[in-house]
């Protein structure tokens, strides 16, 4: 069983426009939530992650919003560009409950257009 | 510093053989992750360890599967006999010793991509 899903396979957005990339979770243990970005041939390198204790995290261009009660996140990307053209995996993580580990989505791919 | 190193970066075998994988973590990194990309699974965990020791194996697909982590510093993933349905891109990440209140970044190696014929 899928705990962290990605329903939207791809997305395509014109540059400087707004991305929203989503995420659900069925596991309420969960505490920690991060996105991951992957370009082709790459490894996945972290972009932006959030605690459970907050709704909402910023970070330049990239804003992470929680909402817990519909097990629910989300990745907004302001203005979109270009080289924001990859996949972006969101996971989740449940310290709390001693599961150190991370479980991943499908993926969503980006592409933004020039 | 150098990040997460994983060898080979290709491989191309054929139905039977046996493939190993290998990782180096991050130097002083605690837990080491062992993940294989699918279109179909994404990103899938397939076993992890603590100080060396595996912790979590529940995302092994078969027996044909099999990691160990000899010391801090090296890590491999075996196939035997591998199969074509194996054919994926499997990642290595490390991350440093978990601190309460902290998210911790899980760094990846750059991925073995493994063809199966």
């Known amino acids: 069983d899928q705990q962290v899903k990605q329903n939207s396979p791809s997305l395509s957005v014109q540059e400087g426009r707004i991305s929203i990339l989503n995420c659900d979770y069925t596991?309420?243990?969960?505490?920690?939530f991060l996105w991951y970005k992957k370009y082709p041939a790459e490894g996945p390198t972290f972009l932006i992650s959030i605690s459970s204790i907050k709704d909402k995290n910023e970070d330049g261009r990239f804003t992470v919003f929680l909402n817990k009660s519909a097990k629910h996140l989300s990745l907004h990307i302001v203005p979109s560009q270009p080289g924001d053209s990859a996949v972006y995996f969101c996971a989740a993580s449940g310290t709390t409950s001693g599961t150190y580990k991370y479980i991943f989505g499908t993926g969503t791919r980006l592409k933004v257009l020039a | 510093d150098a990040g997460v190193i994983q060898s080979p970066r290709h491989e191309v075998t054929e139905m039977g053989q046996e493939v190993t994988l290998r990782c180096k973590p991050i130097s002083g990194h605690d837990y080491l992750f062992w993940y294989r990309q699918t279109m179909m699974r994404g990103l899938e965990l397939l076993i992890y360890?603590?100080?060396?020791?595996?912790?979590?194996d529940s995302g092994m697909p078969e027996d044909r599967f099999s990691a160990k982590m000899p010391n801090a510093s090296f890590s491999t993933l075996k196939i035997q006999p591998s199969e074509p349905r194996d054919s994926a891109v499997y990642f290595c990440?490390?991350?440093?010793?978990?601190?309460?209140?902290?998210?911790?970044?899980?760094?990846f190696g750059e991925g073995s991509r493994l063809t199966v014929l």
């Open positions: 990440a490390s991350r440093d010793r978990w601190i309460a209140g902290e998210t911790g970044e899980l760094f």
């Open positions: 360890f603590n100080n060396n020791v595996p912790i979590d």
């Open positions: 596991n309420s243990m969960f505490d920690y």
